[in-house]
């Protein structure tokens, strides 16, 4: 092993750079999280959408499309929606979406594993072609998936996966609410029941935890389940550059060479005089 190569720090360098992109200038930065039909027991089908939220990372103001709201827009009872209706409300929904991030062409896109066709931008964008309506790529160099950012930080031990899967047990871990918040079986089971109320304000309470995660992860105080040395990895700069970003760490070795610095001076004093 050569203690002086670290692989696991050049993966979190890579992590601070991407981490960086995305805080260098909140006001440009959007949080989005949003909420669908089960992608497992949909036969197949592209999951319709039923609530994306969006965040401004700077001021924290969100921006929010859900068929609920447009039900009541539209005069219908939104817990009791035909297919049809579903459709034209869904179409309307996503159409306003679209609008929203074509009125922010530079702007970056934090998101929680929106990366395929069964969830994320590519789903959406399926959605508005089957309805008809007129999809908006947003340019990967723009999407920034934060999960992989924690992996690079923290390794992919950053969170277990059970009971809730890593986005609520990683709120638990750091003590961030999670009210309203449900596991994705439960968003399933909401959306059979057409409980869209209860489905949109899930994803306002996530869109707010990712938020208050990465605002930690750039205060360098959000708890994982990794180790230290699993995060800086087992070489002398890996060791050396967790005494430099743990404060406690750095203050007792400096406080530790301070001493040793005394005793030498006390111990050489006889023979230079």
């Known amino acids: ?67 609920h709201l447009q039900a009541q827009f539209a005069g219908l ?29 530079t702007a970056k896109w934090i998101h929680w594993n929106m ?24 340019p990967d160099d723009l999407k920034f998936d934060f999960p992989r950012i924690l992996q690079l930080l923290y390794t992919d031990d950053y969170e277990v996966n059970r009971p809730k899967g890593r986005l609520l047990n990683l709120a638990d871990r750091n003590n961030i609410t999670t009210v309203n918040a449900m596991t994705g079986q439960e968003e399933a089971d ?22 208050v995660i990465i605002n930690k992860t750039e205060s360098n105080e959000l708890k994982v389940n990794a180790s230290q040395t699993q995060v800086y990895g087992l070489t002398l700069t890996g060791t050396l550059t967790m005494i430099k970003e743990t404060p406690w760490l750095l203050l007792v070795f400096t ?19």
């Open 115 to 138: 990366r395929d066709s069964n969830y994320g931008f590519l789903a959406i964008n399926n959605r508005l072609r089957i309805l008809n309506g007129q999809p908006y790529a947003i």
């Open 190 to 211: 909401a959306f059979d029941n057409k409980e869209y109320l209860k489905l949109h304000m899930s994803t306002l309470r996530k869109v707010d935890v990712i938020q």
């Open 255 to 273: 406080a530790i060479g301070y001493a040793l610095n005394l005793l030498v001076e006390h111990l050489i004093e006889p023979y230079i005089k």
């Open 77 to 105: 009872d939104f817990n009791n929606l035909t297919q049809i209706e579903y459709d034209v409300l869904e179409l309307s929904m996503l159409t306003e979406f679209t609008n929203f991030v074509m009125a922010h062409p």
């Open 1 to 67: 092993m050569n203690i002086f190569n670290s692989p696991r720090l050049t993966k979190r360098r890579h992590g601070l750079d991407q981490l960086s992109q995305v805080t260098r200038d909140k006001s440009k930065s959007f949080v989005i999280h949003y909420s669908c039909e089960s992608f497992i027991t949909n036969h197949g089908r592209t999951p319709r959408v039923t609530s994306i939220c969006i965040v401004n990372l700077m001021t924290s103001q969100t921006n929010s499309f859900s068929i």
